[in-house]
């Protein structure tokens, strides 16, 4: 009965270990990658300052890019994550206001870190979505920088981010874009897309705009990484998903939310800028949405 005690009690303290060794490790292996300084070549744009340029930047900022969504309605900053195992995410203050780093930013700054997700002193910034604003053309992104600059200052404190077991797993795994530093294309830059009611300029907009961050890369839907379980996944936006839409379906889809039959859409799909977006916009991604491949739900 000792023996058999002891064996137990050996084998229970064996578990143990291992879970504290394998919990430091993946601390230790996923902080290493967190703490990667990253050298970007500075990229200078030249900032607009005519008024036609303001409301063209307040437009990419907040019908097409969204930063709002995350850095809140004002820009001053705001919590967006706040699931401590996974991770508690809160996008800076981009306010001239205390708290924000607008006041310190330089144009170069704000490039490095819209398109590289790359702060000042080099740090990789966690999970802002660069890999879709790496997109950007110089054009857009200096009016959004200028509106940016524009906006007024907001006195608020960012809270400190955290990164929990689960989350650090997830990266390691591959299953989560914490640094997308490490994924951007920092050699190239985009070439222009030319405004128009066309199938590149509707492929454009569904990157900027955040469409395959959250509906995938091949935009056939399925679980947004690093979001809790209990959201809803993103839909299919290939023909397999929306392949019954007309283009009127398509168009209150993303100003009213409702998706053909009245059925509403789950207010995660941010339809408060969507609905921003104007006709011509609307009609080339719709364009641009009926020539990518049919994939089935959440297929690559
Ligand atoms: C999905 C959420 C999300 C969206 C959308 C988003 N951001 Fe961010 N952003 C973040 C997070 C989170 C951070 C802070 C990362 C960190 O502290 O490591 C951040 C950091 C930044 C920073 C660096 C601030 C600093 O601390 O030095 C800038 C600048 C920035 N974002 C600008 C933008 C702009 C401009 C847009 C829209 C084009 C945008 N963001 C959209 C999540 C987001
Ligand atoms: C923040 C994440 C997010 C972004 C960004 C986003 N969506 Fe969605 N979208 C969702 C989710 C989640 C659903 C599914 C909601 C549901 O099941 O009710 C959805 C549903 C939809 C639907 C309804 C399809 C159906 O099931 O009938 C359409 C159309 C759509 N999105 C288009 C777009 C387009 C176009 C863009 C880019 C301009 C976009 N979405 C950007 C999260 C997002």
Redesign the pocket.
Known sequence: MKKILRAAAWAVGGVVVLVIVAGGTLYFVSQRRLDHRWTVAAHSVSIPTDSLALVRGKH??VAI???G???GADFGGAQ?IDAPPVAR????N?TRGNGG?GAA?TDLD?ER??RHAV??NG???????SLE?EWLSDEDLAA?IAY?KSVPPVDRE?VP?SIGPIGRALYLKGDLVLVPAEQVNHDTHPAPVPMAVSVEYGRYLANVG?CT?CHGPGLSGGKIPGTPPDWKPASNLTPAGIGHYAEEDFFRALREGIRPGNVPIDTLMPVRATKQMTDDEIRALWMYLKTVPSKPFGGR
Not at 89 to 92: P, R
Not at 123 to 129: R, V
Request: proline letters at 6%; charged letters at 10%.
């Open positions: 990419m900022a890019s969204k930063c969504d995350c850095h967006f995410l809160y996008a800076t981009l780093i930013y704000w870190a819209i702060r000042p740090d990789g910034l966690l999970f802002m979505p604003y959004m940016l960012s981010n955040g961050g």
